[in-house]
């Protein structure tokens, strides 16, 4: 299986901060990448796929980056409501796999 | 629009079955994959497996010999079966669409709880 690390585990922000968090694939995926963020309760929500491509609806403020094995999530002017838990998974081979996830508090 | 709803028993006792099903509405059947993962504190978010509309699987492997897949697309619905179930099976489960490798939809999630 493919074996996706997220860092860092969790960060402290402010609203208004930039923030990144980044997801390594322990081989190559090419762009086979995507972002989801997750509140408590909830059902994940696509954010990015394709490693760079915004999901319909989600705010430009969301931007994805990379390829291969490092990949970035990075969240400009953080808002109130950006405050959750972010997951990276892999498109690239069966089975599907997330990475553990990054809690920003 | 696309809406999952899904539903299923939420207690079980060990060595029993889960079941599970999903409603697909909007959108087009035909065209997508239909997921299931599920959500546990010990193991984070687990991709179960997919299936398209004509019943095709691709299973976990860490999960296959237990977990059967099936679809009615006839009433745009799939459904999810895990056998021999233990308390390692204890976790939220979704049911998802999948699109360009990502999933894009999600249903509202089912705990389902594994004790004697």
């Known amino acids: 299986d493919i074996q996706m690390t997220q860092s860092p585990s969790s960060l402290s922000a402010s609203v208004g901060d930039r923030v990144t968090i980044t997801c390594r694939a322990s081989q190559n995926i090419d762009k086979y990448l995507s972002w989801y963020q997750q509140k408590p309760g909830k059902a994940p929500d696509l954010l990015i796929f394709?490693?760079?491509s915004l999901q319909s609806g989600v705010s430009s403020r969301f931007r994805g980056s990379g390829s291969g094995t490092e990949f970035t999530l990075t969240i400009s002017n953080l808002q109130p409501h950006d405050f959750a838990t972010y997951y990276c998974q892999q498109g690239y081979n069966i089975p599907r796999t997330f990475g553990q996830g990054t809690k920003v508090e | 629009q696309v809406q999952l709803q899904q539903w299923g028993a939420g207690l079980l006792r060990p060595s029993e079955t889960l079941s599970l099903t999903c409603a697909v509405n909007g959108g087009s059947f035909n065209d997508y994959y239909w997921i299931w993962i599920r959500q546990s504190p010990g193991k984070g978010l687990e991709w179960i497996g997919e299936?398209?509309?004509?019943?095709?699987?691709q299973l976990n492997p860490s999960l296959k010999s237990r977990v059967t897949m099936s679809v009615v697309a006839s009433k745009t619905q799939f459904s999810l079966k895990v056998n021999s179930v233990t308390a390692a099976d204890t976790a939220l489960y979704f049911c998802a669409r999948g699109a360009h490798w990502s999933f894009d939809s999600w249903g509202q999630g089912t705990l389902v709880t594994v004790s004697s």
């Open positions: 299936i398209n509309h004509r019943g095709r699987t």
């Open positions: 394709g490693a760079t």
